[in-house]
Structure formats: C-alpha cells, structure tokens
C-alpha cells in the first residue's frame, strides 16, 4: 500500500501479464512466441549468462568462438512501443484499489474504455469521516502555465498566514458537516439523502481496473505537469506499481516522456 496525501493511499489487488507476454501477443501470427531478452548470440541464439563462455557452434576447425551479441525481444517491444501498436499491451493489466478525495475521483473518471470502476456508495453505507485538509506547502503552487492552478482576477498574493486561515475555516467545515450528517443518519434521514451536503474533499474508495495500454494512457495525462497537483501524485504512484509489474514497458514510457 502506498499512501497519498494525508488519508489517501493505492493498493495492488492483482496484476496479470508480463513484458513477456505482450511480445507473445505480437507474435501470434508467426506463430514463435517469446524468444528472451538480450543479448542473444547471433551465431547460437542463445541467451548466455556468463558472458566468458564461447559459442556452442563449433566445427572441427574451430573449437569455439566468443558469442556475437545481437537484441533480443527487446527490440521488438521497442518496435511496437514506437510505432503505436497497441494491441499486444492489452494483454496485460491491473486491478487497484483507491482512497482519494471525490474530487479526484470526479477527474479520475473522465478515463472510460477501457477502465471499469466500483466506488463504495453512501446510498448503502455511511462514508467515513475523513476529508482533505492540503498543506500550506500545496496550497502556495500556483502555476502560471495552468489557467485552472492559477487565482481569480484581482486576488492577492497567497501568504502563509492566509493559507493557514483557508486550512483552519475548511477544518470547521469539515466538523459541521460532519455533525449534521450524523445527526441525520440519526433523525432517520435516508442515507441517500443524508448525504447531500457532503463536501468533495471528502475521501471515497474505488476499485480500478484496467489494461496496460489503458494505463499508460491515464499516466500520460495525469502526470502531466498540467495535471491536478492532487491527482499526479495518485498517478506517480500509479506509475511506481506499473514500474515494478512491467518494467521494460515502464523504461519506454519514461524515456518517451522525458523526451
């Protein structure tokens, strides 16, 4: 579990595929399947660990040669990744679960096909009393190449005073919220109704799911610089988990986004 923000966090439930078998995917047609990373020898094929060892292609004149390097499928996750063939990086995925605020949902879900989603739902069960609260420190970014991070027309410069005042009347929001919401529960107000004045700094869980390619497509948005502040950090996690399932996949994304 990683945690995010000040009550937030993403949880793997499952991952399925490998770098591997999007190579096995792309090569369904020809029918050769996933041949290994490189290295390989060029004269044997093989794979070798020690790289000391000579050839296993020999003849009576020459008893042994070093092995030739050549790429393995690397070069052809490279090929695909490059030139947009995202079919193979469907066959791999992941399921996670998440706790963020539903603001960040709300953006969240503006990623459909091919993303599935269950978030808890306060129809049926009242949503824990926990809420947003961001730091000074987030509070001071304002972007001036993000007309939605930036201040209204005529707004003063942020101090940290003022940031600590924000802080503290959302905190007293947060509590009357709260008490009224209870309160109702407790009156016998429907719980479908009881929240209505629910704040979207409020935290929500969900489940995502989704294949690699759909992923990678949340990540390129999201970890954008334009992004939400709140949301690219969700996404560098995101990212993180990714880097650890699919690594090779993970290095061509990367090096495409630092270009």
């Known amino acids: 579990m990683v945690a995010i923000l000040d009550h937030g966090y993403v949880e793997v439930v499952e991952s399925w595929g490998s770098d591997e078998r999007i190579i096995e995917a792309a090569r369904m047609s020809t029918g050769k399947g996933f041949l290994g990373w490189g ?15 000579l050839c296993g292609v020999r003849t009576a004149s020459d008893p042994g040669v070093p092995h030739a390097d050549a790429p393995g499928d690397e070069k052809l996750l490279r090929y695909l990744w490059e030139n947009k063939h995202q079919t193979p990086f469907e066959m791999a995925g992941m399921t996670i679960e998440v706790q963020a605020p ?17 978030e808890m739902s306060a129809r049926y069960t009242p949503l824990p009393d926990v809420s947003y609260i961001p730091t000074v420190d987030r509070l001071m970014v ?11 027309k005529g707004a003063g410069e942020l101090t940290d005073e003022n940031a600590e005042k924000f802080r503290r009347r959302v905190n007293d929001v947060y509590r009357l919220v709260e008490e ?6 407790q009156d016998g107000v ?3 109704v009881a929240r209505i004045h629910l704040p979207v700094g409020r935290y929500s869980r969900m489940r995502a799911t989704s294949n690699l390619r759909g992923w990678l497509a949340f990540l390129a948005l999201r970890m954008a610089p334009s ?33």
């Open 102 to 118: 539903i603001f960040v949902f709300r953006e969240w879900h503006r990623h459909r096909v091919p993303f599935g989603y269950n």
């Open 142 to 152: 304002n972007s001036k190449t993000n007309k939605q991070a930036g201040t209204i």
């Open 190 to 192: 429907p719980k479908e």
């Open 227 to 259: 992004a939400q502040w709140e949301i690219r950090q969700y996404a560098n996690a995101v990212g993180d988990i990714i880097a650890e399932k699919f690594p090779r996949t993970w290095e061509l994304f990367a090096e495409r986004k630092a270009a």
């Open 180 to 185: 009224i919401y209870q309160e109702a529960l």
């Open 39 to 53: 290295p390989t020898c060029k004269t044997c094929g093989l794979n070798p660990g020690n790289r000391g060892e």
